[in-house]
């Protein structure tokens, strides 16, 4: 009896063990689009049995959230788009640090904060589009050519309200200085064919209809674009490849994630974090939103990859969010709108 007894006791513990574990849940707070983690999530339950459970809203309602939740907050990862709304959470005390070797070893220091609060999950370059029909490559060079006078009434531009236009200004001032930024992006302005644009696909169409002759934008959305309509005279430049600056090279920017001060179930965040920059699971992240990924391990898409390579500037994307106040400021001094 007692055999029998021990037996069920022992029986009932490991059901009891089997259910904590599949019981075992991490919550994420996501700025990115429901389409593109839910895939993601539901593979990292399949294989490791963790439930993901995910809010998606825009990061200004999200960042709202956790401050106004605060300890009592049941998100224990956030994730989000630009190194700036990064910056931010950090700052204002949403994220911890983590310490993690296996995020050290995935995640190049250039892509995630020096004080491991938050790290590049997927690599966003921001860069030259152009009619093909009314450019040349050889035309194209650097950011900073655009501001040159022969681009009179040529260039056209997404607006200065958007994060990703912020945080370019923001790495060229940390690159060149406040100065010769603002020399620049007024040069942009000068040059401007239009008011403008809401978007970076808009941008890109007027350049196709031949309203204007390059633009910039983040590539996914000219690869998005050229899968709609793959007959546009679009190409695409990477710029500041040959420059001698220790660092010339393409501006990127990240979506990443990073824990939060209050999160009920660090450990588990952390697990997931990790996986989500392994090989494993680097190609399902970036190729459904036509990125980068950030693991240098990993090969981006084909379709991705056909664009041809660069070099990247290495100024850490950190840099994003921390001039992004004088980025604002200087893009309204020059009537960047």
Not at 154 to 175: D, G, H, P, W
Not at 177 to 204: C, H, R, S, Y
Request: aromatic share 8%.
């Amino acid at each position: 009896m007692r055999n029998m007894m021990t037996k069920l006791a022992g029986g009932l513990i490991a059901v009891l063990a089997l259910t904590a574990v599949s019981a075992e849940e991490v919550v994420v707070y996501s700025a990115r689009n429901e389409q593109l983690i839910k895939p993601l999530f539901d593979a990292y339950a399949k294989e490791t049995g963790v439930t993901v459970k995910f809010v998606t809203d825009k990061e200004g309602p999200l960042l709202a959230r956790l401050k106004a939740e605060g300890a009592n907050t049941p998100a224990d990862m956030l994730m989000t788009v630009d190194a700036g709304n990064l910056w931010q959470a950090s700052e204002e005390g949403l994220l911890r640090a983590v310490k993690s070797n296996t995020l050290t070893a995935n995640v190049p220091a250039h892509l995630r904060d020096p004080d491991n609060e938050w790290f590049g999950l997927s690599i966003r370059a921001r860069t030259l589009v152009y009619n093909k029909d009314k450019v040349k490559p050889a035309d194209l060079s650097s950011y900073e050519d655009l501001a040159n006078p022969k681009w009179k009434g040529r260039l056209c531009l997404r607006t200065s309200k958007k994060v990703y236009n912020q945080s370019l200004v923001a790495m060229m001032i940390s690159e060149h200085g406040e100065g010769k930024t603002e020399a620049i992006v007024q040069g942009w302005v000068d040059n401007l064919a239009a008011p403008p644009f809401p978007d970076d696909t808009k941008a890109m169409e007027a350049v196709a209809a031949g309203q204007c002759d390059a633009t910039l934008v983040n590539t996914y959305y000219y690869g998005r674009l050229m899968e709609k309509k793959p007959n546009l005279p679009l190409g695409i430049f990477w710029p500041n490849q040959n420059l001698k600056s220790k660092n010339a090279g393409v501006h990127v920017n990240i979506s990443g994630a990073g824990i939060t001060r209050h999160a009920k179930n660090p450990a588990g965040a952390i697990k997931l974090l990790e996986w989500l920059s392994s090989e494993k699971a680097q190609n399902l992240y970036a190729d459904g939103n036509l990125e980068y990924p950030v693991n240098t391990k990993v090969k981006p898409d084909a379709a991705v990859a056909a664009w041809g390579s660069f070099k990247q500037n290495l100024i850490n994307v950190k840099q994003a969010g921390t001039l992004q106040t004088k980025a604002v400021k200087l893009m309204d001094r020059v009537g960047y709108k």
